[in-house]
């Protein structure tokens, strides 16, 4: 398993209730391709958003963004941590 930070742009304005619905739709189907998201944090002023997540591949991080209607627009592996 490793870990990943993906980047999602254009959420312009997202509020915290925006961002935990998009995180919960990630969680209710994660478990099909094996990947937990740790967390998220977004800057509504920019329309960024972070997500952390463990997962096999970067590729099964991005299915089940897919999945869930917002495609990272990034997604890089974290190899080392502190």
């Known amino acids: 398993m490793g870990m990943y930070m993906d980047v999602h742009r254009g959420m312009k304005g997202i509020t915290s209730a925006e961002l935990k619905d998009a995180h919960a739709a990630d969680a209710a189907i994660e478990k099909e391709e094996g990947v937990h998201f740790e967390r998220a944090w977004a800057d509504p002023e920019s329309g960024t958003v972070y997500c952390l997540s463990t997962a096999p591949s970067a590729d099964a991080v991005q299915r089940i963004h897919e999945r869930a209607g917002h495609t990272a ?9 502190v």
């Open 73 to 81: 627009d990034e997604i890089h592996a974290v190899p080392l941590m």
